[in-house]
Every structure is written in C-alpha cells, then in structure tokens.
C-alpha cells in the first residue's frame, strides 16, 4: 500500500487530497471517496485510509475544506483536550458554513473525475461526521457514478431547511448504509426516523443502525469520543458493503 498527497483542481481553486493504493497499483482497483469530519485531513484520516486502501481500493480523502488551506498549514491541536478543542471548531466553522450544497456538487465533480483517472467506476463514497452529509450531496448530484454511499456518525442529513438532503432521497440510486451515533444531537431518533421513511418512500435499498452507547465521532481516535468496538464495527460494515458493491 502506498499514499501519497495530490492536488486536485476545482472550479474554485485546488483541493489537497491524501490517495492511497493497494501495492501502489491503479487503474483496475476500484475506488472509494473518503469525506472527513470537519476536523481535516492528519494522521487519524490517512491511518484510516490507508486500512481501507489495504483491502483492496483506491481511496482519496479530499480536504474538503481546501478554501480555508491546505491540510498541511493547519496546525492540529489535541483533540481530546475541550480547551483545544472547542476553539479551533469554533475556527473551523466558517468554512464549514461556507461548504454550499452547490458547492460540495462542483467539488464533487471534480474529485470523482480524478479519481476516476487512477481508479475503475463505478465508485463508493465514505463520509464521516458533515462528510455523510457531503457524501450524500454528491452520490444524489451523480448517481450513476456512485454504487454505494456509507456514513458514520453522520449529522445534518434531515433538517428543517427546504433543501435538507432527506428530501432528495429520490435522486440517490446507490446502496447505502448508516452507523449512526448514540444520543447524537445533530442526527437525533425522530431524524433517523425521518431519514428511514424518506428512503422508503424513494425505494432506496439500504440499512441503518444504532451503535448503542457511541458517541458522535467514534470512529476518531485523536478525539475523546473514540470507541474501538464501535470504530471496528465501522469496518467491519464498511468493508461488506464495499464488496457487495464495487467487486460483486
């Protein structure tokens, strides 16, 4: 397995993105779109990507955030620590705010075409945290370029907003799974039910589960809500539904 970091041009300017491939071979793997949490490309997302990677994809993990910087001029703190924390989100949310719907469809664009010209389509999508939620924009911006949609502990996908991306359940055509948090505030019991009947009525072949007693962003380890058996969890589902429906 070999990563690398790549630059990836948008309409709007260069996204840096962190690609990893299986022995370092391209071309034939298929491949998968990584979306972060809003706390950005470092070392917990590439250890992710590259396991990921290691089981046989191509997988990019852009940074999503790119009009705020490069991942790389972006110092970190510790994320476990609510004094570091809170403060450096605080920073970071602007540039979430920023993030439109049409803007995360024109980055879309340009982050499968280029994965596109080191991986084999149809492609699946992987979003943690607000990357469910720009995952989901994407794979309903172009489905049939997307077989297969996963988010984990995933937030604002039901909303009250008239754009809130449950609405356009109807336009997704690829197979999708939730691992939604326990007690999350952003993806609460009566939004998983909504969520659940909008896929429903759409037709939409997918499965959704509670991880009882984890917290919001479990599957990050430089955070305190890490859980391991949940994060394995995530893994172990990630990888079936990747098998299912990029290898057959």
Known sequence: MSGRTVDISTRDGVADAYLAEPNGQSGSRPGVLFIMDAFGLRPRIDQMVDRIAAHGFVVLAPNVLYRAGRASNAAV??????????PFFARLRPSMEE???????????AYLDYLGGVASAPFAITGYCMGGRVGWRIAAAYPERI??????????????????????????????????????????????????????????????????????????????????????????????????????
């Open 147 to 248: 077989a297969a949609l996963a988010g984990f502990h995933a937030g604002g996908l039901v909303t009250e907003e008239p754009d809130s991306p449950h609405l356009g359940a109807g336009e997704l055509s690829a197979e999708l799974y939730f691992g939604h948090a326990d007690n999350d505030q952003s993806m609460t019991p009566e939004n998983r039910a909504q969520l659940e009947s909008a896929l429903d009525e759409a037709g939409v072949i997918y499965r959704s589960e509670l991880y009882e007693g984890a917290a919001h962003g479990y599957t990050m380890s430089d955070t305190a809500a890490y859980d391991e058996a949940a994060a394995e969890r995530h893994f172990t589902a990630l990888f079936a539904l990747l098998d299912r429906a990029l290898t057959g």
């Open 99 to 109: 993030l439109t719907p049409e803007r995360m469809v024109s980055d879309g664009a």
């Open 77 to 86: 703190p510790d994320l476990e620590d609510p004094a570091q924390r809170d």
